[in-house]
């Protein structure tokens, strides 16, 4: 049985360390990649390891760097194998980024070393390939974002404060109010949004109640399909419709 096929995350790893080394120190033995081959075996991604001894070990790693090598415009050696569409496509989205590259990998090791948290986002499914390859950051940043906005003792503490404040908990986007909309059994209906880009999420830092938008769950899918460039203003600015009550 074959592993699960390399996730965008785990070749943001394998691209970020491919660009500090030399093409002649791609091996088993780096302790480079033998950190790599730890690091891709701890990410909260895959639950399926058909072959769990060789899942990402230091040999498939090298193996990987060697096909970053064949997607690589600047190296003109030979001998390496095809790299795959997704290589191609990381490595060509990051080029001329090194430093963005870096920052996320390295957020996404600090995720995954941390072990209470990294257990944490195992339990959030994966997203679809679609939405996956759409999100800069990476699955596990998104993950982050989403356990973060999952809080539910926060997520409590903002729905009681918005009440104290309005009297009501209507979407910030588009103003729904499911207590109006639906009547008793949509009061207290809503969801919480964390507003940080994911690009500013921080490993250690607690959610705060202003750190959450209230938001339907409509608004909420679709500021999702752009995580990584929409915030719930630019989604106002592309709402061609308002709820009007007439109490
Ligand atoms: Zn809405
Ligand atoms: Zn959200």
Same mark, same amino acid.
């Given at each position: 049985?074959?592993?699960?096929?390399?996730?965008?995350?785990?070749?943001?790893?394998? &691209?970020?360390?491919?660009?500090?080394?030399?093409?002649?120190?791609?091996?088993?033995?780096?302790?480079?990649?033998?950190?790599?081959?730890?690091?891709?075996?701890?990410?909260?991604?895959?639950?399926?390891?058909?072959?769990?001894?060789?899942?990402?070990?230091?040999?498939?790693?090298?193996? %990987?760097?060697?096909?970053?090598?064949?997607? !690589?415009?600047?190296?003109?050696?030979?001998?390496?194998?095809?790299?795959?569409? &997704?290589?191609?496509?990381?490595?060509?989205?990051?080029?001329?980024?090194? !430093?963005?590259?870096?920052?996320?990998?390295?957020?996404? /090791?600090?995720?995954?070393?941390?072990?209470?948290?990294?257990? %944490?986002?195992?339990?959030?499914?994966?997203? /679809?390939?679609?939405?996956?390859?759409?999100?800069?950051?990476?699955?596990?940043?998104?993950?982050?974002? %989403?356990?973060?906005?999952?809080?539910? #003792?926060?997520?409590?503490?903002? %729905?009681?404060?918005?009440?104290? &404040?309005?009297?009501?908990?209507?979407?910030?986007?588009?103003?729904? !109010?499911?207590?109006?909309?639906?009547?008793?059994?949509?009061?207290?209906?809503?969801?919480?949004?964390?507003?940080?880009?994911?690009?500013?999420?921080?490993?250690?830092?607690?959610? #705060?109640? !202003?750190? &959450?938008?209230?938001?339907?769950?409509?608004?909420?899918?679709?500021?999702?399909?752009?995580?990584?460039?929409?915030?719930?203003?630019?989604? /106002?600015?592309?709402?061609?419709?308002?709820?009007?009550?007439?109490?």
């Amino acid at each position: 049985m074959r592993n699960p096929k390399w996730h965008r995350d785990e070749i943001i790893l394998a &691209l970020d360390l491919y660009l500090c080394i030399s093409s002649g120190k791609i091996n088993h033995s780096n302790p480079d990649i033998i950190e790599l081959s730890r690091l891709l075996n701890l990410l909260p991604i895959h639950e399926e390891r058909p072959d769990a001894v060789k899942f990402r070990n230091p040999n498939g790693v090298s193996l %990987k760097l060697g096909n970053l090598l064949a997607v !690589d415009p600047n190296y003109q050696g030979k001998g390496m194998e095809r790299g795959g569409r &997704l290589d191609k496509l990381v490595f060509e989205e990051f080029i001329g980024r090194e !430093d963005e590259l870096h920052r996320i990998a390295q957020k996404i /090791k600090e995720t995954i070393n941390n072990p209470e948290l990294n257990f %944490k986002l195992y339990q959030i499914p994966n997203d /679809k390939k679609e939405i996956i390859e759409n999100v800069r950051e990476g699955q596990v940043v998104y993950k982050l974002h %989403k356990y973060r906005e999952r809080n539910t #003792k926060i997520i409590k503490l903002k %729905k009681e404060q918005q009440m104290d &404040l309005q009297g009501k908990l209507e979407c910030e986007a588009c103003t729904f !109010d499911f207590a109006k909309g639906y009547g008793k059994i949509g009061e207290g209906f809503i969801e919480c949004h964390h507003k940080l880009p994911l690009s500013e999420i921080e490993i250690e830092s607690i959610t #705060k109640i !202003d750190d &959450l938008a209230l938001v339907c769950p409509n608004c909420h899918r679709v500021l999702h399909r752009g995580i990584s460039t929409m915030n719930i203003n630019q989604l /106002k600015n592309h709402l061609s419709f308002s709820y009007s009550w007439n109490c």
